[in-house]
């Protein structure tokens, strides 16, 4: 049987060695070297763009899980990355070029791949696996626009998310303004030298350098908050930080100012720093917002981020393995999932081949156990959310453990062993 993928970044090579494995005959079309996106710099497959870390190795972390789930699962990205690791601590980082060589090595001498390079324009009908990243060409944009109607989505900034269990209640409180509804947001108030203070902090952080390719217009819509700063010292107060209609229990008074934090996911373990979107660096983002009252201690499942981002509005598309609904085996893969990092978009080229291989085969759909890592990012990008925006892997998207933990490590490292057994199990 025959299977395509568009695209040879990690998330599409993790798709093709998924079929392959599986005995599919696959062609991957990957447009290097005859046409490069503005962030492409070799020719090879899988190229590693912005960062050479894949982040935490320890199991016990957020993106060790996820890593420890794609081992389980077979995954070529982590095989390669073991073989070219570099020191980086407590990081898994590699050597970008050996990196690239191990992965385009493997691929093209596998007997069941052929490698094209074509660009790819048209949507494809049946059996495909479409992982052309977050710089795909503007003629496969313009397919998959065609097809999927206007659902391609495009931000320049993103907000902090953080964990509800980080934030110091005994200064933030819940409350809508002027008590209308549910109290559904998280509000930290500030005094008239708490504001001066961060605002200071907040106009002289270190902010990221753009590249060429992400140098683009900010939109009102989403300015980052830094910018909307420097138009003034009460720039912010009358906009995310604006206190009207709230009272500070602590005082019974209205604060000088507020930052409002609103539920990120059902479970309410993540909330999103609302009207924070940001290109400081992630440095700078821990120590400034760190001077808000309430998130001294905050642990951020996301950072603000700041670049040039397309993606599906997946809800609505997708389901959980990936696959575009209502067709004919159509999956995607990669960043435009709505995943977030190198990892979280090898690990849905896994899922999605993996699918693709036992729908042909007239097998049962893969089973991801509820508690591993794998299953909430499937779940992040196929459950309703008018506000849906990309997520990497972080802990607040699993469900608790039946026990209490106090320790955060140890909490984390038996979250972590309760998700590989259980994916252990189902692989049986």
Same mark, same amino acid.
């Given at each position: 049987?025959?299977?395509?993928?568009?695209?040879?970044?990690?998330?599409g090579?993790?798709?093709?060695?998924?079929?392959?494995?599986?005995?599919?005959?696959?062609?991957?079309?990957?447009?290097?070297?005859?046409?490069?996106?503005p962030?492409?710099?070799?020719?090879?497959?899988?190229e590693?763009?912005?960062?050479?870390s894949?982040?935490?190795?320890?199991?016990?972390?957020?993106?060790?899980?996820?890593?420890?789930?794609?081992?389980?699962?077979?995954?070529?990205?982590?095989?390669?990355?073991?073989r070219?690791?570099?020191?980086?601590g407590g990081?898994l980082?590699v050597n970008?070029?050996?990196?690239?060589?191990?992965?385009?090595?493997?691929i093209?001498?596998?007997?069941?791949?052929?490698?094209?390079s074509?660009?790819i324009?048209?949507?494809?009908e049946?059996n495909?696996?479409?992982?052309?990243?977050?710089l795909?060409s503007?003629?496969?944009?313009?397919a998959?626009k065609e097809?999927?109607?206007?659902t391609?989505?495009?931000?320049?900034?993103a907000?902090?998310?953080?964990?509800?269990?980080s934030i110091?209640?005994?200064?933030?409180?819940?409350?809508t303004?002027?008590?209308?509804?549910?109290?559904?947001?998280?509000?930290c108030?500030?005094?008239?030298?708490?504001?001066?203070?961060?605002?200071?902090?907040?106009?002289t952080?270190?902010?990221?350098?753009?590249?060429?390719?992400e140098?683009l217009?900010v939109?009102e819509?989403?300015?980052?908050?830094?910018v909307?700063?420097?138009?003034g010292?009460?720039?912010?107060?009358?906009?995310?930080m604006k206190p009207v209609?709230?009272?500070?229990?602590?005082t019974?008074?209205?604060?000088?100012?507020?930052?409002?934090?609103?539920? !990120? #996911? *059902? @479970?309410?373990?993540? +909330?999103?720093?609302?009207?924070?979107? &940001?290109? =400081?660096?992630?440095?700078?983002?821990?120590r400034?917002?760190?001077?808000?009252p309430?998130? !001294? #201690? *905050? @642990?951020?499942?996301r +950072?603000?981020?700041?670049?040039?981002n &397309?993606? =599906?509005?997946?809800p609505?598309?997708?389901?959980?393995?990936f696959?575009?609904?209502?067709?004919?085996n159509?999956f995607?893969?990669?960043?435009?999932?709505?995943?977030?990092?190198?990892?979280?978009s090898?690990m849905s080229?896994?899922?999605?081949?993996?699918s693709?291989?036992?729908?042909l085969?007239?097998?049962e759909?893969?089973?991801l156990p509820?508690?591993?890592?794998?299953?909430?990012?499937?779940r992040?990008?196929?459950?309703?959310?008018?506000?849906?925006q990309?997520?990497?892997?972080?802990?607040g998207m699993?469900p608790?453990?039946?026990?209490?933990?106090?320790?955060?490590?140890?909490?984390?490292?038996?979250?972590?062993?309760?998700?590989?057994?259980?994916?252990?199990?189902?692989?049986?």
């Amino acid at each position: 049987m025959n299977a395509d993928v568009i695209g040879g970044g990690l998330a599409g090579c993790e798709a093709a060695w998924a079929l392959a494995h599986r005995g599919f005959d696959v062609r991957l079309y990957e447009m290097k070297p005859k046409k490069r996106t503005p962030a492409h710099r070799c020719d090879g497959l899988a190229e590693l763009v912005c960062s050479n870390s894949l982040k935490a190795a320890r199991v016990g972390s957020a993106a060790g899980m996820l890593k420890a789930e794609m081992r389980l699962l077979g995954s070529l990205i982590l095989e390669a990355a073991d073989r070219t690791s570099v020191p980086a601590g407590g990081a898994l980082a590699v050597n970008r070029q050996q990196f690239s060589d191990y992965i385009t090595e493997k691929i093209s001498s596998h007997p069941n791949i052929t490698v094209v390079s074509e660009e790819i324009t048209a949507f494809p009908e049946k059996n495909t696996v479409i992982a052309t990243g977050p710089l795909t060409s503007d003629g496969m944009a313009a397919a998959i626009k065609e097809k999927c109607g206007d659902t391609l989505s495009f931000y320049d900034a993103a907000a902090p998310i953080v964990t509800f269990e980080s934030i110091n209640m005994s200064r933030a409180f819940f409350a809508t303004r002027y008590d209308k509804g549910d109290a559904d947001y998280i509000n930290c108030p500030m005094n008239k030298e708490e504001y001066r203070r961060f605002y200071e902090a907040l106009v002289t952080a270190e902010t990221v350098p753009l590249k060429e390719f992400e140098d683009l217009t900010v939109y009102e819509g989403c300015m980052p908050v830094e910018v909307l700063a420097k138009r003034g010292a009460e720039s912010v107060r009358y906009g995310c930080m604006k206190p009207v209609g709230l009272t500070d229990p602590n005082t019974g008074h209205r604060p000088w100012a507020a930052v409002q934090l609103r539920k !990120e #996911n *059902a @479970e309410g373990t993540l +909330y999103n720093i609302v009207g924070f979107q &940001t290109n =400081l660096k992630f440095p700078e983002q821990k120590r400034v917002f760190g001077l808000i009252p309430g998130l !001294e #201690n *905050a @642990e951020f499942a996301r +950072y603000g981020v700041m670049h040039r981002n &397309t993606f =599906l509005n997946s809800p609505l598309l997708l389901d959980n393995r990936f696959m575009l609904k209502g067709s004919d085996n159509l999956f995607f893969a990669g960043q435009m999932t709505g995943v977030e990092g190198y990892t979280e978009s090898a690990m849905s080229g896994i899922i999605a081949g993996i699918s693709l291989a036992k729908r042909l085969l007239g097998e049962e759909e893969l089973a991801l156990p509820e508690t591993t890592m794998c299953h909430a990012l499937c779940r992040h990008v196929s459950t309703e959310n008018k506000d849906f925006q990309p997520m990497g892997a972080n802990m607040g998207m699993l469900p608790p453990l039946d026990v209490v933990i106090r320790n955060k490590q140890e909490r984390y490292e038996a979250i972590a062993q309760r998700g590989l057994n259980d994916l252990k199990a189902a692989l049986k």
